[in-house]
């Protein structure tokens, strides 16, 4: 069974840009939570969704937003980036709940300039 | 506020020198503590899942222990190849997230 997978890898952006990573789960998977992860901070949570709806929140500003896709993909959106969002994103992928074993996917390194 | 604390936050250790890492944590209602091996720039992979105490769980050289206040990994007879971070998380039966602990990095010498 393929794995979670995120795409891009990699990006470069500069200060005020806006930014969209994608994260496609585990087949069958409903539940898709998203983490950015910081030398600092460690892993925190963003957003988690559920049949096309967030289910729960990080404290995150609201400059951090996400959608899921009736197939269950989901995107996280980044507007107005700022340099502390520098940071690896990872998306998890998990059967129905959120608190059901969560699988992660690669991750997505922003760099912001 | 749920809470994972993890010590040693790094841990150095000779290949074949056995040690445990520790995660301590506060949660009302624990559904689950979860152990994940993370690779620099890469993502968290999966080890295990506990669910109760006294649950014990073992994969290789890796054994996962729970009791109602922490959990432990026990690596046996690391080998080089060992070397990460362990993160462990948690999650409430009335939640829809995990919580992390900030990890502990792992690093076998041969």
């Known amino acids: 069974k393929a794995g979670v997978t995120q795409t891009p890898r990699y990006l470069i952006k500069t200060r005020g840009q806006q930014v969209t990573l994608s994260c496609s789960p585990i087949?069958?998977?409903?539940?898709v939570s998203w983490y950015q992860q910081t030398p600092g901070q460690g892993l925190q949570f963003l957003f988690e969704?559920?049949?096309?709806?967030?289910?729960n929140k990080g404290n995150f500003p609201g400059r951090f937003s996400g959608r899921q896709f009736s197939n269950s993909r989901s995107e996280m959106n980044v507007s107005t980036l700022e340099l502390g969002d520098s940071a690896l994103y990872l998306c998890?992928?998990?059967?129905?709940?959120?608190?059901?074993?969560?699988?992660f996917g690669p991750g997505t390194r922003l760099t912001v300039l | 506020e749920d809470q994972v604390t993890q010590s040693p936050e790094a841990l150095r250790l000779q290949e074949g020198e056995s040690s445990s890492l520790n995660c301590s944590y506060t949660?009302?209602?624990?559904?689950?503590l979860f152990w994940y091996r993370q690779d620099p720039g890469k993502g968290p992979e999966f080890l295990f899942t506990?669910?109760?105490a006294g649950e014990e769980k073992e994969k290789e050289r890796l054994k996962a222990t729970l009791t109602k206040k922490e959990s432990f990994l026990h690596i046996t007879a690391p080998k080089p190849e060992d070397s990460a971070t362990y993160l462990c998380a948690v999650a409430k039966a009335a939640g829809n997230k995990l919580t992390f602990g900030g990890g502990t990095r792992v690093l076998v010498k041969p």
């Open positions: 998890a992928s998990s059967a129905r709940l959120a608190t059901d074993t969560q699988y």
């Open positions: 506990l669910y109760s």
């Open positions: 969704y559920f049949s096309e709806t967030q289910r």
């Open positions: 087949s069958g998977h409903r539940s």
């Open positions: 949660v009302s209602g624990l559904r689950g």
